[in-house]
């Protein structure tokens, strides 16, 4: 492992990198992990900057959503058949040389990644920051790095490729690196006393996104859950509201993404608990659901409080109709319990239009 002295407080830069693809959409695509680190990392006396590729949209819509910047870029040799332009979702080349000309030479770089086919663009923003920064350790973190860890280690030219399930573990990484001692770790931290995501490094904020849980207690056999979070634990419902409250009083959030993955999985010990606390307190915003939700939950009441507490992009997580691929892929909601979920949504006042599955 690198190991460093550094005599004063230590500056780590965290980097979002571009997307890559055919199409890409902000459907409040927000590094969530790494914003974590980051509400760690100062927590812990560590100067941080942010830099966020995809922080930049052309058009955005009346939720926050909205379109990414593009560039029209080469396809990849893998992709050369497929007749459709390829771009580089984000901002602008010229624009991350510009941000990073102005920079006092960090300690350290953490770069996260998304997608595992998204890891073009994590490659070419690593080429740009290691001829910028040419003797700073650079850390690669995220889900590619976690599911392809073999692969990132061999290609993406990092010293180090992190492929733990946590940002406790990031942390004391950073602290053996920099030679710093830490604050306030604790390897036994709960989920309930880290500090927030440091959403407010962020110039202009149009969303919030927040997770109310980590990982899952399905085994769906396509999700990838399992690997990038270890069981499933949830916060406290009151520090759930508590943070809502921080984002729409403090800094005039007016939208809010659940990023849970298993957000109405016994709804009374945890969703409604949330969202009733969330009225009581007249807490006013707009809710979304771009990981999907799970339809078995789905009855008359829990419909109910998803029109009534502002709920306004509802998607349901239903992957086939063919029943034997249901189970297949893990025996989690059946035709009928879809067909009760839309209708129970319908009848608490949702259109078919505002339906997404």
């Known amino acids: 492992m690198i190991m460093f002295h550094v005599k004063h407080t230590p500056h780590i830069l965290l980097i979002n990198p571009w997307i890559t693809d055919f199409a890409a959409y902000d459907f409040w695509i927000k590094p ?15 100067r941080v900057t942010l830099i966020d590729c995809l922080d ?15 560039t029209k870029i080469e396809k990849p040799f893998s992709l050369k058949s497929i007749p459709r332009h390829y771009s580089q979702y984000g901002i602008p080349e010229e624009m991350l040389l510009k941000r990073l000309s102005f920079l006092e030479e960090p300690d350290l770089i953490c770069v996260t990644s998304g997608m595992t086919f998204w890891y073009p663009g994590v490659f070419k923003l690593i ?7 040419k003797n700073v350790p650079i850390i690669l973190g995220g889900i590619y790095a976690t599911l392809c860890y073999e692969h990132a280690k ?50 202009q904020l149009n969303y919030a996104c927040i997770a109310s849980s980590k990982g899952c207690p399905f085994r769906c ?7 990038l979070s270890k069981g499933f634990v949830r916060r406290d419902p009151l520090k759930v509201v508590e943070e809502i409250e921080h984002w729409t009083t403090r800094y005039g959030v007016s939208d809010i993404a659940f990023y849970d993955d298993a957000l109405l999985v016994e709804p009374s010990k945890h969703f409604i608990p949330i969202m ?6 007249g807490i006013h915003c707009n809710f979304h659901t771009p990981n999907a939700i799970h339809i078995r939950e789905i009855d008359e009441e829990v419909a109910e409080i998803l029109f009534r507490s502002g709920f306004k992009t509802v998607r349901l997580g239903f992957e086939s109709s063919i029943e034997t691929t249901q189970i297949e892929m893990g025996g989690k909601a059946n035709n009928q319990e879809f067909q009760r979920a839309v209708k129970n949504l319908k009848r608490a006042g949702y259109s078919k239009e505002e339906i997404g599955v």
């Open 32 to 46: 969530l992990g790494l914003l974590n680190m980051a509400g760690l990392l100062r927590e812990n006396g560590f």
């Open 56 to 70: 930049l949209s052309i058009k955005t819509k009346t939720y926050g959503d909205g379109k990414f910047f593009k």
């Open 127 to 133: 080429e740009i920051i290691r001829e910028f920064f």
């Open 154 to 203: 061999k290609h993406s030219n990092v010293d180090i490729v992190f492929n733990g399930r946590g940002e406790l573990e990031v942390l004391k990484l950073v602290s053996d690196l920099t030679n710093k001692e830490l604050i306030t770790y604790n390897s036994k931290l709960s989920i309930d006393n880290l500090p927030y995501p440091a959403f407010d490094l962020y110039p």
């Open 221 to 227: 056999i396509y999700c990838a859950s399992p690997f």
């Open 276 to 281: 009733k606390e969330v009225m009581e307190r």
